[in-house]
């Protein structure tokens, strides 16, 4: 399994960036699917995750009403949408998969993730 992120880049405080995410899973519809973001000196943190089905996603709290996760299953792709975009999101943003048995479930924590793709640097200035 590979992961191909792409879209960060440098940005001012309320632009948008949409990142996209190529992943070689197979059938992607039994993949969940996710987006962690990691700072300089911390943790990798959870970010929002989506569902094998495509209609069950998780965010956390900050990013709940700004960001939106979505995956097209025919194109093997999971998006993240990052609207009014704050300087304590610059982040590397990586994007994970992991097998699922059911289509309906999320995988919210690092450690549930077994597939990482190489990060995307995502800068937002003030």
């Known amino acids: 399994v590979q992961l191909q992120a792409s879209g960060g880049g440098l940005v001012q405080a309320g632009d948008s960036l949409r990142l996209s995410c190529a992943a070689s899973v197979r059938p992607s519809s039994h993949y969940a699917l996710g987006w962690f973001r990691q700072a300089p000196g911390k943790e990798r943190d959870f970010v929002a995750s989506i569902s094998g089905s495509g209609d069950l996603t998780d965010y956390e709290d900050s990013v709940k009403g700004r960001f939106t996760i979505s995956r097209d299953n025919a194109k093997n792709t999971v998006y993240l949408q990052m609207n009014s975009l704050k300087p304590e999101d610059t982040a590397v943003y990586y994007c994970?998969?992991?097998?699922?048995?059911?289509?309906?479930?999320?995988?919210?924590?690092?450690?549930?993730?077994?597939?990482w793709g190489q990060g995307t640097q995502v800068t937002v200035s003030s």
């Open positions: 994970a998969a992991s097998f699922t048995s059911s289509t309906r479930v999320r995988v919210t924590t690092t450690r549930g993730y077994k597939y």
